[in-house]
């Protein structure tokens, strides 16, 4: 079973649409991940939460908006995307920060 | 910042025969590296992990193995099954922050 837990598993949206996308863990972690993932690429880096505030930001762009409510959550708020933003997107969470990191199944977006 | 990179791209071996990935890095500060499993359409799945304590761990018929002079390390399968096909990604990092860097991943096929 997943210990990590992403939703939705699929989203298509346009490009003026605002959607969210969702990541919940309950063991007890205290560091969250955002995750881009092209076909064929490795999982790359966009966002890292420590403790509940934001630790790491790899310079994504601004349509790409993350919210770390308690420490079991982690959401992607989503804004005027572009057709280049359709990918896998991994949510991870590691205990403590710097140990190994556990990731959901993704949700796979599509931006018609 | 870290670099890591991966060799081969693609591998094919023969059920029972050994598989070898190899990863080298360029930060020497990097202490962490772990090897996760990803599936067509699944998450990346933890494999074995290896800190810069120790030279080799093994789990079955999983073994890694890090050199840290030369900055590299191996991922040694033996007694290959079809289920081992996916792609292999290695990943370096360091306990001062909590950035994994990943290489470009293996795909690994098993021929029955």
């Known amino acids: 079973d997943t210990e990590v837990t992403q939703t939705p598993k699929h989203l298509v949206m346009g490009m003026t649409n605002k959607k969210s996308l969702k990541c919940e863990q309950h063991?007890?972690?205290?560091?969250m991940y955002w995750y881009k993932q092209k076909a064929k690429k490795p999982p790359e880096l966009m966002f890292v939460y420590s403790y509940e505030k934001l630790s790491i930001n790899e310079s994504v762009p601004s349509r790409f908006s993350p919210e770390c409510p308690n420490s079991s959550l982690l959401n992607l708020h989503l804004h005027a995307l572009q057709p280049e933003d359709s990918a896998l997107y991994l949510c991870?969470?590691?205990?403590?920060?710097?140990?190994?990191?556990?990731f959901g199944d993704g949700t796979r977006l599509s931006i018609l | 910042g870290e670099n890591v990179e991966q060799h081969p791209s693609t591998l094919s071996v023969q059920e029972g025969d050994s598989a070898v990935i190899k990863c080298t890095y360029s930060d020497s500060a990097s202490n962490y590296f772990p090897w996760y499993k990803q599936e067509l359409g699944k998450r990346p799945q933890l494999i074995i992990d290896i800190r810069s304590n120790v030279g080799e761990k093994k789990d079955q018929r999983i073994a890694v193995t890090l050199n840290k002079t030369a900055k590299h390390f191996s991922l040694h399968i033996t007694e290959t099954q079809p289920e081992d096909s996916a792609v292999y990604f290695c990943?370096?990092?360091?306990?001062?922050?909590?950035?994994?860097?990943f290489g470009t991943g293996t795909r690994l096929t098993i021929i029955p």
């Open positions: 990943a370096g990092g360091d306990f001062g922050n909590e950035k994994l860097t």
């Open positions: 991870a969470s590691s205990h403590p920060p710097r140990e190994t990191q556990h």
């Open positions: 063991m007890g972690h205290r560091a």
